[in-house]
């Protein structure tokens, strides 16, 4: 059976602010689905780091930790050119 589309984020325009919401919701909605150290241990930050991202205490987490979660929670970015 294929994969639901529902984690899929349409970006689009210059909304710079309300995308990066759009893409951390994503992302935190999906964290909820594993547990929280395991996450942290994978991608080698600390259980309170997992819990703020979780909590939208951090906005927008470093780079490392970002694609580090991406990894881990089995999601892709896909950048391409606006034609």
Not at 24 to 40: F, P
Not at 78 to 83: A, E, G, N, T
């Amino acid at each position: 059976m294929g994969r639901a589309k529902a984690n899929v984020v349409m970006i689009k325009g210059h909304r710079k602010i309300a995308v990066a919401n759009d893409a951390m919701n994503v992302l935190r909605m999906k964290m909820y689905e594993y547990d929280t150290q395991s996450l942290a241990d994978t991608v080698g930050v600390s259980k309170s780091c997992i819990y703020a991202i979780q909590r939208g205490t951090t906005k927008w987490p470093r780079p490392n930790t970002f694609f580090g979660l991406l990894d881990a929670l089995d999601l892709e970015m896909i950048l391409r050119d606006r034609k």
